[in-house]
């Protein structure tokens, strides 16, 4: 299979993707359309979309910004305490939702409005399982006593499981996934109602990364880069050709002032190389045969809705990563910006 040279699948979708506002989103959107038919967009903007009528207009401007016409964006809808059920069940049933998504009170980008106790919104996620609403979540534990190296595999055992106790039939993504204990807890449980989403980034680089000639800010993300065991894991998860497991880029643009800074911004603008990192991974595993399934089908096949018709080739031909995307007078630098990959779009 490594020999190799050219590959047609059907188009894949991104199950998570951040294509932020206005001008950013002007700029940023056609890279995912370079690859991808579908993408979950995530709904943590700045004022995130809590509601229908906010998912409505922020899927109506993701349109209006596209080139692509074919390009469908998927909504989400950012669960609050006080997120209302009516609002819920419409926005499902009307599929203006594809589903709700859970972030722990202040675990990352814009996440102040998030979820401090989950015992909270039982009586949203009653509903989410009676209607099947999948819950998409950003699994880490956000107690800053926790090590950040640990948040996932304490959210997995502290939060997840139990949740999953009281709610056996509730589909859950765990996205972007990172340890070796979400690997396992998800193939362990083999069930119907449990995925997981898996980034290049996660796949291709371990925490050492983050450290090279210094400190790298253009990597830091959350949840944080791993060590390489759990690097080895994500690896060896997408290569067995587990049907649990599916393309979640979590492209996360920010601007670059925003992320060498005081403060810098968590978040990796992978949206221009993805689909080429994730075959890279694929071909170094010599697990090519899977990576349709985990771009193009294990996805729609958990989110239940049709599998694309539509297919891309790739092919074995160097590609050279663009340095930067212009935002005015400032810019957002890609993942692995300027290198060059062995795989390019035919
Ligand atoms: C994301 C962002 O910037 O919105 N950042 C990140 O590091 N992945 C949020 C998220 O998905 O956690
Ligand atoms: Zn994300």
Redesign the pocket.
Known sequence: MSSLKKIKIIKPDDW?V?LRDQDILEKVIKYTQMFYQRAII?P?LNEPIIDCKKAIAYKNRIINLSKNKQFTPLMTCYLTKDTSLKELQHGFTEKIFIGSKL?PNQ?????KTGINKISEIFHILELMQKIKMPLLV?GEENNNNIDIYDREAKFIEKTLEPLRKIFPELKIIL??ITTKEAVSYIEENNSPYLAGTITPHHLMLNRNNMFVHGIQPNL????ILKRKIHQNALRKAISNGSTKFFLGS?S???IQKNKINQIG????FNAPSSLLCYITVFDEMKALKYFESFCSKNGPNFYNVPINKESITLVKKPYKILEKVSIGKDFIKPFLSGETLTWSVL
């Open positions: 998570h951040h995530m943590n972030y675990s990352t980008t814009n996440s950003h996205e972007h830091y993300c959350l949840p979590d996360a643009p920010h911004c968590a978040g990796i």
